[in-house]
């Protein structure tokens, strides 16, 4: 699997290994791109990684996100209905290059498939991109994906399910680099808590398969359930609690309560 | 002979595929993996199990009302210059074709020992089938429909709750059919464990288009020993519409193979083609996914999902299935287009000339009919026509825009002085 030694999942595999080496878990931080508004998003993002974010993941709003429950399709109707394009959000997202961490796209199979992958693994690379989240494209699906990805060195992250077989665990293990997201829970984002013994399971299943990083996401939501994931995983993904402190109240005060909750998180993922 | 009986023919290979050419494949969340592979294995070893056809066939003679007659329209025919003849679904059990799929889903989910059942209804004829089949077999049942649909199809929310169904109204997105789809898919992979989406159109990841296809292709299998029996040789077309695309493919399934039997799908167009207040996917759409499967959709350059419009709320949906698809750019099938205005047309002229109330989503079938079928398929063509469902529960939707006077006011003493 090392073979592929590209641009971006070297950076990915950098920020979770200089978290591994402080002893904590890796703070994965999702927003999405230009919620509430451009400004506001990108003090947010500053925000974040001030407060010890070690990884971005940029949503890119799609019109139907099956994954994602009411929080995060709100932040993506949002956006959509300020009527700002996919090649806008791409734009914002290559203006965040002054950001030291590695940043990911993170959006549905449709946007992707209808700009031509090979287009939207340019432009993500173009932007800065070190990889790319498609919650819609399993493994046995992403053959044409992934040629594009690896000709532009991008890492693609795959979802496994507690409920995965061990062979598609095998599968997903196989085409995921950068890391492997086990899913905390059965169901969309920001709803539910996570499942703690499932999740736990699920992450001791994908490391048989793999030395990539395994990072938990959906279900984590404060610094109690960050610092219990944080115990068994590489990595802890954060996002509907964290669109949640951007979109709720006034925009001039989004990035103070980004940089309070991502702080508050980065002291849960370093005291496992 | 139907795929059911037959476990030799190809439908196997294109199941384990999953592709109709270019279109189909299963882009879902992984956590749905397990439970389409359920799926997936429990249709193969059904289409193997006599018993399961016999008891599909049971339920659907004696419990569903099948076969439906074959019906030729004489007064419509006239009025068309094309002899039409119906193929009668309206007169299934609960009045629409959607029975059919739903008692072969409800049987698979009592084989995968799952308690519970899931839909999406955009008019509300499949959220009452599957509402139906779970009182029937006794399965808990939660059908997701768009809030504007709530409001248009309100005798259907009706009959969905007497018959024990819970009905939630989905109040995002457009708040029609895309987005109960929408819901039904968060709910799905929330509780898949105990829970079978049974999916109302020939549309969804794999193995849904093909397994909608097989149960629904009923129509076909019936309607060549029909016609062949009452009118004697081949159709000159056959006719139905196409909202998610479950009549129509199974309207086409029999007659795919049979050389110069014209497939005529009949989208909706709502205000018009070309209008940005249409349905007419496969006319305006563009390849692109959407709820779990590639296909033609009604997106922009972006890949975000188009609302659609129409005055049908079976056909209000900027998708189609991938079957479809490939059927329209193998040039197997025409995909056409009737407007809300033809739509109503065929309503009132089915009404008069028939004495038949049909759900506004065949009416555009007979719209269309009515206003090309002469020019497009000659005088005289025989046509077969499937009159997908009743329309009782567009009595009141058909009033309203068309605003059409039928005497409602006099006979109720209004507006008189
Ligand atoms: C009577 C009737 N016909 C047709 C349709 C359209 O669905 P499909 O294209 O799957 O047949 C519906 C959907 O609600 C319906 O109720």
């Known amino acids: 699997m090392s073979e592929r030694v590209a641009a971006g999942p070297t950076a990915i595999q950098a920020a979770f290994d200089r978290a591994k080496a402080e002893d904590r878990a890796a703070l994965v931080i999702y927003l999405t791109a230009t919620y509430p508004d451009t400004a506001t998003s990108r003090a947010c993002m500053e925000a974040a990684v001030d407060a010890g974010a070690d990884v971005i993941e940029v949503g890119i709003p799609f019109s139907d996100p099956m994954m994602d429950g009411p929080t995060i399709q709100a932040a993506n109707q949002h956006v959509l209905d300020a009527g700002r394009s996919v090649s806008e959000q791409l734009a914002f997202v290559a203006d965040l290059a002054h950001l030291d961490v590695p940043r990911l796209a993170m959006t549905y199979v449709t946007i992707a498939d209808t700009r031509g992958y090979a287009r939207f693994a340019d432009e993500c690379a173009d932007a800065g991109l070190a990889g790319v989240i498609l919650p819609d494209l399993p493994a046995p699906e992403a053959g044409p994906w992934l040629a594009e990805a690896d000709r532009r060195g991008l890492a693609t992250v795959f979802l496994a399910s507690s409920v995965s077989t061990d062979e598609r665990l095998a599968a997903i293990a196989q085409v995921s680099s950068g890391w492997v997201y086990a899913a905390g829970l059965l169901g969309v984002t920001g709803v539910r808590s996570i499942s703690g013994d499932v999740t736990q399971d699920l992450v001791g299943r994908i490391r048989a398969h793999t030395d990539l990083p395994v990072a938990v996401g959906i279900g984590v939501k404060d610094r109690a359930s960050a610092a219990e994931v944080a115990r068994y995983a590489d990595g802890v993904i954060v996002g509907s609690a964290v669109i949640r402190a951007a979109g709720e109240g006034d925009p001039d005060g989004a990035p103070a309560r980004v940089h309070a909750l991502v702080s508050e998180l980065r002291a849960g993922v370093a005291s496992r | 002979m139907s795929r059911l009986t037959d476990p030799t023919a190809p439908s196997e290979e294109a199941l384990r595929e999953g592709y109709f050419g270019d279109f189909g494949g299963s882009f879902v969340p992984e956590a749905l993996s397990g439970a389409l592979a359920q799926l997936a294995d429990a249709w193969r ?13 049971r339920l659907r003679r004696d419990y569903g009302g099948r076969p439906t007659p074959l019906y030729r329209a004489e007064r419509l025919s006239e009025a068309a210059g094309v002899e039409v003849w119906l193929k009668r679904e309206d007169l299934a059990h609960t009045g629409s074709h959607k029975l059919n799929n739903v008692v072969g889903q409800a049987l698979l989910t009592q084989r995968m020992g799952k308690p519970r059942v899931i839909a999406e209804t955009g008019a509300g004829q499949h959220g009452v089938a599957t ?18 649909d709530v409001r248009r199809q309100r005798l259907n929310v009706v009959r969905m709750q007497l018959l024990g169904a819970e009905v939630v109204p989905v109040d995002s997105g457009t708040r029609t059919l895309k987005d109960a789809i929408n819901e039904a898919m968060r709910d799905w992979v929330s509780n898949v ?10 549309m969804g990841p794999h193995p849904f288009p093909s397994i909608v296809r097989e149960l629904q292709s009923i129509i076909s299998v019936e309607s060549t020993q029909q016609f062949d029996f009452q009118a004697g040789g081949l159709p000159d077309a056959v006719v139905a519409c196409v909202g998610g695309g479950s009549n129509a493919i199974g309207s086409f399934a029999e007659w795919i193979e049979v050389e110069g039997v014209k497939l005529i799908g009949v989208e909706a167009a709502g205000e018009g083609v070309g209008s940005g207040r249409s349905a007419a996917t496969i006319s305006e759409g563009r390849e692109a996914v959407l709820h779990g499967s590639r296909s033609i959709v009604l997106v922009d350059d972006d890949g975000q999902v188009l609302p659609a419009h129409s005055v049908s709320a079976g056909l209000d949906y900027p998708g189609v299935g991938p079957e479809h698809a490939f059927l329209a750019r193998s040039g197997r099938a025409t995909y056409v287009a009737a407007t809300d205005q033809e739509a109503i047309e065929g ?14 989503e065949p009416a555009h079938a007979v ?29 009141d939707e058909v009033l309203e825009v068309a605003g059409f006077d039928v005497g409602v006011a006099k006979a109720f003493g209004e507006g008189e002085a």
């Open chain 2, 45 to 57: 070893a059904a289409q193997k199990d006599g018993a399961f056809a016999e008891q599909l066939d």
């Open chain 2, 131 to 148: 509402a139906t089949a779970a009182a029937l077999f006794g399965l808990d049942c939660t059908v997701y429909m768009g809030a504007e």
């Open chain 2, 347 to 360: 309503f009132r002229r089915t009404c008069e000339l028939e004495g038949i109330i049909p759900a506004l």
């Open chain 2, 367 to 395: 719209g269309w009919v009515l206003a090309h079928g002469r020019a497009e398929l000659g005088e005289g063509a025989r046509v077969v026509l499937t009159m997908s469902g009743r329309g009782d529960k567009d009595v």
């Open chain 2, 193 to 202: 464990d105990e829970t079978h989406y049974l999916i109302g159109s020939a």
